[in-house]
């Protein structure tokens, strides 16, 4: 007659419907339980301590089931089957799923796939492989086909494909720990990796990526008549001592440290943002180590004018904000569960968020004055008192970091200092591999862990080793963010064709192609600009500043808003949507700066019309210009032929110009 069972049943009006069928062991316990008097644990009673999974990992067939067994271990030394009574979650239902009494199942799509286990607060996983092909002779062709792979220095792609010089992987050693662990991969489920790609689209991906700018057609030719074996690892050189490339990632963490300037008068506020803007630049363009960068944000103090990584606190201001925006941006971690309630699927609980907010519980601020919502020109400073108090049991809660013991600190120590040298020491769990994860994602278009910022044991890498390997080399050298880069862009899968095939169709864990993605809404317009030749003009900047040097997401530009510019709310990389939309491909028909662009009595299209160009030459500049390449010959012919049939040169230049760069392989890196 329990209320609980009676409403659990569905035998009484309940809002959230059937929980439990009597038949049920879940029942039985609960109503054996109510019949004892509900009684509280003891004090003496054995402790939970760890959950256990049986087996950890296998590897799985196609449509395959596979029994788990889940084994409580408590304080005492016992242990207890409880199979039946854990809660169990896979993180990818379409490659396996999991029923409530821990029978996974897996489906028709192969990959990687993790189940969780959840008994009382102790988690343990369950990794599962599904190779893509199973079959021993198959296996063996695809063995054969891997052990040619061989990351040598390959002949040029004229021996391939009869285009493009290609003879580039000179880097790349078999002992190199990225590319082993991408072949182990492959081999493990037996899939076969795209052909290399040829060098102008490595040129163009590449640019694009370090710099956020196309190449141009005198590059392509330089780099293309280039037959040096270490030519790819000299240009990633090259494009790492560009400004363009500070430039570009300085926006990436302008967004992900919120420098925003929308919400208060932009007037007094513009000074701020680029002052904080500039300084990521500087900071990037001199490659200072990451560690030093994190750091010297975290631990800011004084004016916001003469020390800029104070500005980071303009915007970060509650112990919220300080937690989430921290675990995020530089741990990998979402924790934003843990304000209010033990994490459902991690070990966070409220102690810890709290905990981790007291770091930042002395910070203090005077001067400046109240702008709308913000205030601003604020010094930062440590203050004399402050505390944290757990919103349960209100005890204050001395500092510490995530998972681990209180810093042990004096009555005039900052714990900003503490936490940062936590952060950024070489043993801790979260900071290189976030990094490293974080530029992979960047660089191949899916982080190893996926979400980027959402590291926990339900969702684990996609590759351990791989990101262990980066993270260890990442930490190994200083922190040294190009050397990071310059391993990414030279592993053998950044390298790789988009284009799939039989051996690899379907994958998107492995890396066994390059991933293609949209251009980002600065790097788009900014590429729409160098192709025109006309540069956009943004209100209140000075002229010539591109779309990646703009100083805050609050400079009016309507192509950018509607390409997916992020607000700057969060230090969450999803903030900027690269997902289609109808008002995308409406702004490319319809957008008054793309046409203003095209119709500029002194951009690159009148003056190209006003050439004494032939067609066929006029079609192949454009495609270089636009796309990177030669225009194929149907592309050519089709272009010459249009060019030829239309009265007007300088309207059959724009057309020509805008139908190109509307297609997929320009708005698209790939």
Same mark, same amino acid.
């Given at each position: 007659?329990?209320?609980?069972?009676?409403?659990?049943?569905?035998?009484?009006?309940?809002?959230?419907?059937?929980?439990?069928?009597?038949?049920?062991?879940?029942?039985?316990?609960?109503?054996?339980?109510?019949?004892?008097?509900?009684?509280?644990?003891?004090?003496?009673?054995?402790?939970?301590?760890?959950?256990?999974?049986?087996?950890?990992?296998?590897?799985?067939?196609?449509?395959?089931?596979?029994?788990?067994?889940?084994?409580?271990?408590?304080?005492?030394?016992?242990?207890?089957?409880?199979?039946?009574?854990?809660?169990?979650?896979?993180?990818?239902?379409?490659?396996?799923?999991?029923?409530?009494?821990? *029978?996974?199942?897996?489906?028709?799509?192969?990959?990687?796939?993790?189940?969780?286990?959840?008994?009382?607060?102790?988690?343990?996983?369950?990794?599962?492989?599904?190779?893509?092909?199973? &079959?021993?002779?198959?296996?063996?062709?695809?063995?054969?086909?891997?052990?040619?792979?061989?990351?040598?220095?390959?002949?040029?792609?004229?021996?391939?494909?009869?285009?493009?010089?290609?003879?580039?992987?000179?880097?790349?050693?078999?002992? &190199?720990?990225?590319?082993?662990?991408?072949?182990?991969?492959?081999?493990?489920?037996?899939?076969?990796?795209?052909?290399?790609?040829?060098?102008?689209? +490595?040129?163009?991906?590449?640019?694009?990526?370090?710099?956020?700018?196309?190449?141009?057609?005198?590059?392509?030719?330089?780099?293309?008549?280039?037959?040096?074996?270490?030519?790819?690892?000299? /240009?990633?050189?090259?494009?790492?001592?560009?400004?363009?490339?500070?430039?570009?990632?300085?926006?990436?963490?302008?967004?992900?440290?919120?420098?925003?300037?929308?919400?208060?008068?932009?007037?007094?506020?513009?000074?701020?943002?680029?002052?904080?803007?500039?300084?990521?630049?500087?900071?990037?363009?001199?490659?200072?180590?990451?560690?030093?960068?994190?750091?010297?944000?975290?631990?800011?103090?004084?004016?916001?004018?003469?020390?800029?990584?104070?500005?980071?606190?303009?915007?970060?201001?509650?112990?919220?904000?300080?937690?989430?925006?921290?675990?995020?941006?530089?741990?990998?971690?979402?924790?934003?569960?843990?304000?209010?309630?033990?994490?459902?699927?991690?070990?966070?609980?409220?102690?810890?968020? =709290?905990?981790?907010?007291?770091?930042?519980?002395?910070?203090?601020?005077?001067?400046?004055?109240?702008?709308?919502?913000?205030?601003?020109?604020?010094?930062? =400073?440590?203050?004399?008192?402050?505390?944290?108090?757990?919103?349960?049991?209100?005890?204050?809660?001395?500092?510490?970091?995530?998972?681990?013991?209180? +810093?042990?600190?004096?009555?005039?120590?900052?714990?900003?200092?503490?936490?940062?040298?936590?952060?950024?020491?070489?043993?801790?769990?979260?900071?290189?591999?976030?990094?490293?994860?974080?530029?992979?994602?960047? +660089?191949?278009?899916?982080?190893?862990?996926?979400?980027?910022?959402?590291?926990?044991?339900?969702?684990?890498?996609?590759?351990?080793?791989?990101?262990?390997?980066?993270?260890?080399?990442?930490?190994?050298?200083?922190?040294?963010?190009?050397? /990071?880069?310059?391993?990414?862009? *030279?592993?053998?899968?950044?390298?790789?064709?988009?284009?799939?095939?039989?051996?690899?169709?379907?994958?998107?864990?492995?890396?066994?192609?390059?991933?293609?993605?949209? /251009?980002?809404?600065?790097?788009?317009?900014?590429?729409?600009?160098?192709?025109?030749?006309?540069?956009?003009?943004?209100?209140?900047?000075?002229?010539?500043?591109?779309?990646?040097?703009?100083?805050?997401?609050?400079?009016?530009?309507? =192509?950018?808003?509607?390409?997916?510019?992020?607000?700057?709310?969060?230090?969450?990389?999803?903030?900027?949507?690269?997902?289609?939309?109808?008002?995308?491909?409406?702004?490319?028909?319809?957008?008054?700066?793309?046409?203003?662009?095209?119709?500029?009595?002194?951009?690159?299209?009148?003056?190209?019309?006003?050439?004494?160009?032939?067609?066929?030459?006029?079609?192949?500049?454009?495609?270089?210009?636009?796309?990177?390449?030669?225009?194929?010959?149907?592309?050519?012919?089709?272009?010459?032929?249009?060019?030829?049939?239309?009265?007007?040169?300088?309207?059959?230049?724009?057309? /020509?110009?805008?139908?190109?760069?509307?297609?997929?392989?320009?708005?698209?890196?790939?």
């Amino acid at each position: 007659r329990s209320l609980l069972l009676l409403k659990a049943t569905a035998r009484m009006p309940h809002g959230g419907g059937r929980r439990l069928e009597e038949s049920s062991d879940d029942y039985q316990v609960l109503r054996e339980w109510i019949a004892q008097g509900s009684p509280k644990p003891g004090t003496d009673d054995p402790q939970l301590v760890r959950l256990e999974l049986s087996p950890e990992e296998q590897v799985l067939s196609k449509n395959e089931t596979l029994q788990l067994t889940a084994t409580a271990i408590f304080s005492n030394g016992t242990s207890r089957d409880v199979t039946k009574r854990a809660v169990y979650q896979s993180n990818d239902l379409s490659i396996a799923s999991i029923e409530n009494d821990g *029978l996974v199942r897996t489906a028709d799509q192969p990959g990687m796939v993790a189940v969780m286990a959840r008994f009382g607060d102790q988690i343990a996983t369950f990794h599962a492989a599904v190779p893509f092909v199973t &079959d021993p002779v198959k296996r063996a062709l695809i063995e054969e086909q891997l052990r040619g792979i061989g990351f040598q220095p390959v002949a040029s792609s004229s021996q391939n494909n009869g285009n493009q010089n290609n003879d580039n992987q000179g880097d790349r050693q078999d002992a &190199d720990p990225t590319n082993t662990h991408l072949l182990n991969q492959w081999r493990q489920l037996g899939v076969v990796p795209s052909a290399l790609a040829d060098d102008a689209t +490595f040129l163009r991906r590449a640019s694009i990526d370090i710099c956020g700018t196309l190449p141009t057609p005198e590059e392509i030719t330089e780099f293309l008549a280039d037959t040096g074996s270490d030519k790819r690892s000299r /240009l990633i050189d090259r494009l790492l001592d560009r400004p363009e490339y500070a430039s570009y990632f300085a926006m990436k963490w302008a967004d992900i440290l919120q420098n925003r300037g929308a919400g208060y008068s932009t007037s007094q506020q513009r000074a701020s943002t680029a002052l904080f803007s500039g300084w990521i630049r500087d900071s990037l363009a001199d490659n200072k180590s990451y560690d030093q960068f994190v750091s010297e944000i975290i631990t800011a103090s004084g004016s916001q004018y003469q020390n800029p990584p104070a500005l980071w606190y303009r915007t970060v201001r509650k112990p919220s904000e300080y937690v989430e925006s921290v675990a995020q941006a530089f741990l990998g971690v979402r924790v934003q569960c843990a304000q209010c309630h033990h994490h459902p699927t991690e070990r966070w609980s409220q102690e810890d968020y =709290f905990s981790f907010a007291a770091n930042f519980a002395r910070v203090g601020r005077k001067g400046g004055f109240a702008d709308a919502e913000v205030p601003t020109d604020e010094i930062i =400073f440590l203050s004399n008192r402050g505390e944290t108090r757990h919103p349960r049991t209100s005890e204050i809660l001395k500092p510490r970091p995530l998972g681990g013991a209180e +810093f042990s600190l004096g009555l005039d120590d900052d714990p900003r200092i503490s936490l940062a040298r936590w952060m950024t020491s070489s043993d801790n769990p979260f900071f290189a591999r976030t990094m490293a994860n974080r530029m992979w994602a960047h +660089f191949l278009g899916r982080g190893l862990v996926h979400p980027i910022d959402d590291a926990r044991s339900t969702n684990p890498p996609s590759n351990p080793e791989l990101l262990d390997a980066l993270a260890q080399e990442f930490s190994a050298s200083g922190f040294n963010v190009k050397s /990071l880069i310059r391993s990414i862009t *030279l592993s053998h899968a950044y390298g790789l064709e988009s284009t799939p095939h039989d051996g690899n169709a379907g994958d998107s864990q492995t890396f066994s192609r390059f991933y293609p993605r949209r /251009l980002s809404a600065e790097v788009l317009l900014d590429g729409i600009s160098q192709v025109l030749d006309v540069p956009t003009e943004f209100a209140g900047v000075p002229a010539g500043t591109r779309a990646i040097e703009l100083p805050d997401e609050n400079v009016a530009a309507h =192509f950018l808003d509607v390409f997916g510019r992020p607000a700057r709310m969060s230090a969450c990389e999803c903030e900027r949507v690269d997902a289609p939309a109808l008002t995308q491909a409406l702004e490319l028909v319809n957008s008054a700066e793309i046409q203003r662009k095209l119709t500029a009595k002194t951009g690159y299209p009148q003056l190209l019309a006003e050439s004494d160009t032939s067609h066929t030459e006029i079609a192949t500049e454009v495609f270089m210009r636009v796309l990177a390449r030669q225009p194929r010959p149907d592309e050519q012919k089709a272009a010459t032929d249009y060019l030829a049939s239309e009265p007007d040169r300088a309207e059959a230049c724009r057309t /020509l110009l805008w139908s190109l760069l509307a297609t997929n392989e320009f708005l698209f890196n790939h």
